[in-house]
Nanobody, 115 residues
Framework: QVQLVESGGGLVQAGGSLRLSCAASGSIVSIGAMGWYRQAPGKQRELVATITRGGFTNYAESVKGRFTISRDNARNTVYLQMNSLKPEDTAVYYC?????????WGQGTQVTVSS
């Protein structure tokens, strides 16, 4: 079993920045791809960004140029640096990780951007 714990969410004004972190722990051999997803009220969960173990990244069009995903394989941790935040970025942000054939989710962290 792998546990994911997110941190770094909060309330920020439009144009501000936040940095999310997600640390994996448990019976880890090798974490594969990791990513961030978000779910706004009344909407489906959507992909924000993903990163492979080798560092290849993928972003949703809506966050390209504003968000940066990175990871520290030694610490089994993934980060999401969010700059130039907009009110439409308000959502619960979830961390996701692959470990062999299993897929894991964190409990989510709230990000609220005020206008």
């Amino acid at each position: 079993q792998v546990q994911l714990v997110e941190s770094g969410g909060g309330l920020v004004q439009a144009g501000g920045s936040l940095r999310l972190s997600c640390a994996a722990s448990g019976s880890i051999v090798s974490i594969g791809a990791m990513g961030w997803y978000r779910q706004a009220p009344g909407k489906q969960r959507e992909l924000v960004a993903t990163i492979t173990r080798g560092g290849f990244t993928n972003y949703a069009e809506s966050v390209k140029g504003r968000f940066t995903i990175s990871r520290d394989n030694a610490r089994n941790t993934v980060y999401l640096q969010m700059n130039s935040l907009k009110p439409e970025d308000t959502a619960v942000y979830y961390c996701n990780a692959n470990h062999f054939l299993d897929n894991y989710w964190g409990q989510g962290t709230q990000v609220t951007v005020s206008s």
